[in-house]
């Protein structure tokens, strides 16, 4: 249990400790902060933060990779009543739309980055008319590189309770980002019962790749282990992109015992690790892996378990978790130490309102899905149908949580803070699930139209909207919508256009479709799909549903095979011709991308090679060619004739 009262409280008792953050920049470079230096270097920030300006109730953009420059912000953000607001740096457009969109909508806001960021949003601003927006946050703008280490102290604000601690905005892309407020009791309350639901023991060290701008990443993974007076390690999340064999690596080297991981990144990992059998990972010391972020895939959790026993990993490691940035974070927790459970149901039992149906995990008919554990302390869960009328035990309904670490509504969002809060305290997840008889939840979907990919949630229209960018598409004749097909541990991402004519016709259609939201978005489309007519209901209102079972019913198989043929023959391509450099990268991308192989002259957007498959490919190519090209190089030069040019143009 948790005995301090205020963030500002613990890192002031624990700094006195022998405890430290190691953060990790690469296989022969850690650097370690002690809890001490940390709060000393988080002072100083904190007088130059004041010294530009800044007053207690400002808000704060932390837009950084820089984890020590993070996490320091932070917390000079929590000792001088700042309000911190992390957005992901991000490497398109779309990241640096939505920090403007952010920017415009806070009531006093600043912005902390670097000047290689700034230039970049500087540039992305002229390009969009963005004038005299961007001047206005280069007025409120504290570049990171450019403060210098001083013995001055800003002066130490007193919080109360229910201050806004910091503002979590949504993933969103092109729409308005929601931001989940929470203040400082939401977060003392639930790392609170986090701490008492995992109980960590004094020896253990924690190692975490997820981004600080993420709810388990800067709460689970580093609040959190202030809190409770442990050591720490953070890896940079593009480093674990590029190098995802390094993070157990390095939990080996720094003898880590709790770790974390979405789906997409153990799949990453075994997808880098291959059949290598590396003899520096050793992780018999790892006790707990929280599973969360993402819905849980059972395949891939006894595949990663399967793979990583020969490397001394326990079975009852993984632990399913449950939650959700409007609950500050934890939701639910299984027993620790004990192997997760999972149940296996009749995949035609699974809509909002029916009662489950348990059955042999080996009938074909069978869905399984984790459980995710009881309610943890201060938080109450129920079921309910759609009119807000709890369901019994074993019936799948909506989620809704409550609690004194339940966020109290959406920044300047009065919509939808009315629409996700009941008028009764309780909150709508979003999620569709059941609870056991033993009160254990079961989450079986989302109500809401949400996909989920690289441990992010995406929205449909949000996707459409990027999409409908293109000339050649129309409003209202484009919809996206998430899929997950039996047994699959990640969503497909269509896109369904409204088309009539040849199929040969709509071919450009796909390629251009695919190359943008890629290269917008970093999402990679499984399928663009020409449908005749849009289903929508009486009100007017799409239903995607109807298009996503009619995927799932096989009712588009022949046509997405066409397609894949049609793509197949325009990429076919001979390597006669090709120059030296062509021939390397060619190599390279052929390594990573064996199901559709990349054509020299093929635009990498087009593809439909996901975000972290490029970075793969960017690995390989600065392991031919070391520090000759940037990751966003990519997206100027996006083909390997383009790229190949560049690469001699440098030698």
Avoid at 260 to 279: I, T, V
Wanted: proline content about 4%.
């Amino acid at each position: 249990m948790i005995e301090f009262t205020s963030l500002q409280q613990a890192l002031e008792t624990v700094r006195k400790g022998d405890r430290s953050i190691t953060f990790i920049e690469g296989k022969l470079d850690n650097r370690i902060v002690t809890y001490e230096e940390l709060y000393q270097n988080c002072l100083g920030l904190l007088y130059d933060l004041q010294e530009q300006g800044l007053k207690s109730g400002d808000q704060l953009i932390l837009f950084t990779k820089n984890n020590q420059s993070f996490v320091e912000a932070f917390w000079a953000c929590v000792f001088g009543g700042i309000v911190p607001v992390p957005i992901a740096v991000g490497i398109s457009d779309e990241h640096r739309a939505k920090l403007m969109r952010v920017f415009n909508k806070l009531e006093r806001p600043y912005l902390f980055t670097e000047q290689e960021h700034l230039d970049r949003l500087d540039a992305f601003a002229h390009a969009h008319d963005m004038h005299e927006s961007i001047g206005v946050v280069r007025n409120k703008t504290i570049l990171a590189d450019l403060i210098e280490r001083h013995e001055e102290k800003g002066k130490i604000h007193t919080i109360k309770p229910e201050d806004t601690a910091f503002i979590q905005f949504s993933s969103g892309s092109t729409s308005e980002p929601k931001g989940v407020v929470l203040s400082h009791e939401n977060i003392m309350t639930n790392l609170n019962a986090l701490a008492i639901g995992t109980d960590y023991r004094p020896d253990d060290i924690s190692l975490s790749w997820m981004p600080l701008t993420h709810d388990l990443g800067l709460l689970g993974f580093h609040l959190n282990m202030v809190l409770v007076n442990i050591s720490q390690c953070l890896m940079p999340t593009d480093l674990f992109s590029r190098r995802p064999v390094l993070w157990l690596q390095k939990a080996s080297e720094l003898k880590a015992s709790v770790l974390c991981s979405p789906n997409f990144g153990y799949k990453h990992f075994l997808k880098a690790l291959g059949d290598k059998q590396p003899d520096d990972i050793e992780l018999s010391r790892v006790r707990c892996i929280f599973n969360g972020a993402e819905p849980i895939s059972l395949e891939l959790c006894e595949e990663f378990l399967t793979r990583m026993k020969p490397f001394g990993l326990r079975h009852d490691a993984m632990w399913t978790v449950y939650g959700l940035a409007e609950a500050t974070l934890a939701v639910a927790l299984p027993p620790v130490g004990k192997d997760y459970e999972s149940v296996y149901i009749d995949r035609h039992k699974v809509k909002l309102g029916d009662e489950v149906e348990f059955i042999d995990r080996n009938n074909e008919q069978a869905m399984g899905f984790a459980i995710e554990g009881k309610a943890v302390k201060d938080i109450a869960i129920k079921i309910t149908d759609l009119d807000n009328t709890t369901l019994p035990d074993n019936h799948v309904g909506l989620v809704q949580i409550k609690g004194p670490s339940v966020t109290q509504g959406y920044y300047q969002d009065p919509d939808a803070s009315n629409a996700a809060l009941t008028g009764d305290g309780w909150l709508q997840t979003g999620d569709l699930g059941f609870l056991t008889g033993k009160q254990e939840l079961v989450i079986t979907g989302r109500h809401k139209d949400i996909i989920f990919a690289n441990a992010q949630n995406y929205y449909p229209h949000d996707v459409e909207s990027v999409a409908l960018r293109l000339p050649e598409l129309e409003l209202n004749k484009v919809v996206a919508c998430g899929v997950r097909s039996p047994h699959a541990d990640s969503d497909d991402l269509l896109i369904f256009i409204l088309f009539r004519a040849d199929l040969k016709d709509f071919i450009g259609i796909v390629r251009d479709v695919t190359r943008h939201i890629n290269e917008q978005i970093g999402l990679q489309v499984s399928h663009v799909i020409p449908v005749t007519r849009i289903p929508k209901t009486t009100s007017g209102k799409l239903q995607r549903s109807s298009l996503a079972d009619s995927y799932l019913n096989g009712e588009y198989t022949d046509v997405i095979s066409q397609i894949d043929t049609l793509l197949a023959s325009e990429q076919s391509q001979s390597t006669d011709g090709m120059s030296a450099t062509e021939q390397v990268l060619k190599k390279v991308c052929d390594e990573h991308v064996q199901e559709k192989p990349i054509g020299v002259a093929d635009n990498f957007f087009e593809t439909g090679i996901s975000s972290l498959t490029l970075t793969e490919i960017h690995q390989g190519i600065d392991e031919k060619y070391p520090g000759v090209v940037d990751i966003t190089d990519m997206f100027e030069y996006q083909s390997i004739t383009e790229l190949a040019k560049f690469i001699d143009s440098k030698s």
